[in-house]
């Protein structure tokens, strides 16, 4: 086997070879979501991710497996913090960056990072591109290397590469087999059940569309971009995507999208949205944003609008984002979550692996603590 490095995903000379390794319940290593990253500037250029893309090929140039890395030069649209690891490196006179990541770019969903053709040698393909990988990270001299949200099958090959295993916790829903929603609220304790029936029913004002596929369209894409402004104006400062993202991905992967849209019930105006991306049976919730302060409407549109989705699709799973204990009490049960970190400096390497072992203990006590929060029926 052998392993070539790609600068861009449109450099990929055969797609359908990519195809066949496209994950059946993961969007976003389809080729139109990495395409429209780069194609949007949303990544390259000076963004602080520069992707590496390995592609493995067998002896007779077949394409047999890839991973997907970022050279990075900061740490942001990441969602497991390294922050604390970097400004200790910066104390002892060392550079952290650039590092390697192995990772979707601001997308903290669970998803394969090694992608192996079904009908190839899945562990021969997983070392050649951890090989790979390693040898890529000496020749850019990058401090250390780190896969994030990784499925519970890769860890294994990691940590035989020298990689730490770090434990994180989100709150993912999974559908019980519930033919409507109202299955769902029936599973729950009444406190829960009643607190879900009232926050729907306060909603008041608002109509709501359930949008996919040809229902949408480049005006949808524009107003999304502006909803997504607006949370980024409040909570983080300076946004990630560029609006030519949100333009293309809804132009290119529409049958993928689930977009959740609220208008002013009196004037139509929209006033709030959620997007969402779902793939084979799982269904990811990615953005959100609001230009009107309205009572329960994230709840609605992030929520419960996307969990009726879900019970009509048969989907399995729902991974709604990262962090939010208050999921907990909508159905969300915690779920860890796991990332792979190594360290080229030997002091460090030891010192991190120290803390991330003390960290999983931690976690460990709040999960015992959230089963005592359980909302559903025993």
């Not at 390995?54 to 969602?79: F, M, N």
């Not at 951890?130 to 099958?153: I, K, N, T, Y």
């Not at 959230?370 to 909302?375: I, K, L, M, V, W």
Request: glycine share 8%.
């Amino acid at each position: 086997m052998r392993v070539e490095r790609l600068s861009g995903i449109e450099s990929v000379d055969d797609l359908a070879a990519w195809r066949a390794l496209e994950p059946p319940d993961f969007p976003f290593f389809d080729y139109e979501f990495l395409r429209t990253l780069e194609r949007s500037g949303s990544i390259g250029g000076a963004s602080g991710w520069s992707p590496v893309y390995l592609v493995c090929k067998d002896d007779l140039g077949r394409v047999v497996g890839a991973l997907c890395l970022y050279l990075k030069t900061h740490s942001y649209g990441e969602y497991i913090f390294d922050w604390e690891w970097a400004h200790a490196y910066r104390q002892h006179g060392l550079p952290y960056y650039p590092k390697l990541v192995a990772a979707v770019p601001f997308t903290p969903a669970t998803g394969p990072k090694l992608l192996v053709r079904p009908d190839a040698d899945r562990a021969a393909v997983m070392r050649a591109l951890l090989d790979a990988a390693r040898r890529l990270g000496e020749e850019r001299r990058v401090s250390s290397s780190h896969a994030l949200f990784l499925p519970e099958e890769e860890l294994d090959e990691f940590a035989e590469h020298g990689f730490a295993v770090r434990h994180s916790v989100q709150f993912h829903w999974r559908n019980r087999g519930y033919g409507a929603f109202s299955d769902y609220l029936d599973a729950l304790v009444s406190k829960r059940r009643r607190q879900v029936a009232r926050e729907r029913r306060q909603l008041e004002g608002v109509e709501i569309e359930r949008l996919t596929g040809s229902e949408l369209s480049p005006e949808h894409a524009a107003t999304m971009y502006r909803f997504y402004l607006a949370t980024s104006d409040r909570k983080w400062g300076s946004p990630y995507l560029t609006g030519a993202f949100f333009a293309e991905v809804f132009r290119t992967m529409g049958d993928r999208i689930l977009l959740v849209l609220a208008r002013d019930r009196g004037t139509g105006r929209p006033i709030a949205g959620a997007l969402n991306f779902f793939k084979g049976r799982t269904l990811f919730g990615r953005y959100w944003g609001s230009v009107e302060e309205r009572r329960n409407l994230h709840f609605e549109l992030c929520y419960y609008q996307a969990i009726e989705f879900a019970i009509e699709r048969r989907l399995a799973l729902f991974e709604a984002g990262a962090q939010g204990e208050h999921k907990l009490a909508r159905g969300f049960l915690p779920s860890l979550t796991y990332s792979a970190h190594a360290f080229r400096h030997p002091e460090f390497r030891r010192a991190i692996e120290r803390y991330i072992a003390e960290e999983k203990e931690l976690l460990a006590e709040d999960m015992q603590a959230y089963a005592g929060q359980d909302p559903y029926k025993r």
